[in-house]
């Protein structure tokens, strides 16, 4: 018999990509708060830009592996 290299655990690399997830808009809203608050800006604009460039950059990550994958 061929030795089958055991496949990873989908549920724990999901688990381990939504903490990911979670830290990385956390992070992403952190920082726009904190900038927000030290540039005293009328809108906030990086509390807002923050959190959306940090979800287009992790789609397009998750995309990537998704590909990579098949």
Known sequence: MANIPPKPNIALRYAGLATQ?????LLAVYLGYRLD???????PLFLILFPLL????S????????????
Request: zero cysteines; aromatic letters at 10%; a positive charge.
């Open 21 to 25: 997830w979670m830290v990385m808009l």
């Open 37 to 43: 608050r030290l540039t005293k800006l009328p809108l």
């Open 54 to 57: 940090s979800l287009t950059f």
């Open 59 to 70: 789609l397009w990550q998750l995309i990537k592996q998704l590909n990579k994958s098949r």
